[in-house]
């Protein structure tokens, strides 16, 4: 009898800080320059380095965006720091396939997962080494690194999902993670 093949994986993630390496994986990264527009303080944020790396995302997709039949995983490497009094984040997005959740889980660093419903109601939950989050279907999220130490997590989401960037660029979350008395604050967004 002939012994089946048995392959390894092709692509580890390391547990301990979050990289991933192998066959398929990409990556990116965003700048200040990149975001503009995204913080309260546009004017705090213009002076600031353009060219600093806010995050770096590095990507695992055994099936191209919107392709459906696979777990697609990243990496998002969040940097520390603050614009004005708002901590550095991602841009947020909704799924363009909007009945398609997704999964967070925290490798190291503190940080706060903002969640906006379609009736832009906003609540947050804390990111600390180990906690796994559900972003439910029709659920815009963003992450804010609230911490002095980068902010690693890994996503989990469908294949199929599509990002939707639109809704953020124009009208942001309804509520923004600030620091007020010295301490991370989710802070409510008038709109005009
Ligand atoms: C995937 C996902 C994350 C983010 C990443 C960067 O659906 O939510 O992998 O893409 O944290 O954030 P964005 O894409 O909002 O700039
Ligand atoms: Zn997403």
């Known amino acids: 009898m002939s012994a089946a093949k048995i392959s390894s994986a092709p692509v580890i993630l390391d547990p301990q800080t979050g990289v991933l390496r192998g066959t398929g994986v990409t990556e990116s990264a965003k700048t200040l320059r990149q975001l503009a527009g995204y913080f309260r303080d546009e004017t705090a944020r213009a002076a600031m380095n353009p060219e600093t790396i806010l ?3 590095q990507s695992y997709e055994p099936q191209p965006e919107g392709v459906e039949g ?3 995983c990243a990496t998002t490497f969040l940097m520390p720091g603050k614009v004005g009094d708002e901590y550095f984040m991602t841009r947020g ?3 363009a396939a909007q009945d398609k959740p997704e999964m967070e889980v ?6 706060i997962l903002i969640l906006m419903d379609q009736n832009r109601q906003t609540r947050a939950e804390i ?4 906690s796994v989050h559900t972003v439910p279907p029709r659920t ?3 992450v804010a690194n609230t911490g002095t130490q980068p902010l690693v997590f890994v996503s989990y989401w469908p294949s199929e999902t599509g990002h939707d960037y639109g809704e953020i660029v124009s009208r942001g979350f309804s509520g923004r993670v600030r620091e007020i008395n010295g301490a991370p604050s989710l802070v409510p967004v008038e709109e005009a």
């Open 106 to 111: 925290t490798v190291s660093g503190e940080g």
């Open 55 to 57: 995050y770096r995302v």
């Open 93 to 95: 997005h909704y799924h």
């Open 140 to 142: 815009a999220h963003r």
């Open 70 to 72: 696979a777990i697609c």
């Open 127 to 130: 990111m600390r080494p180990g």
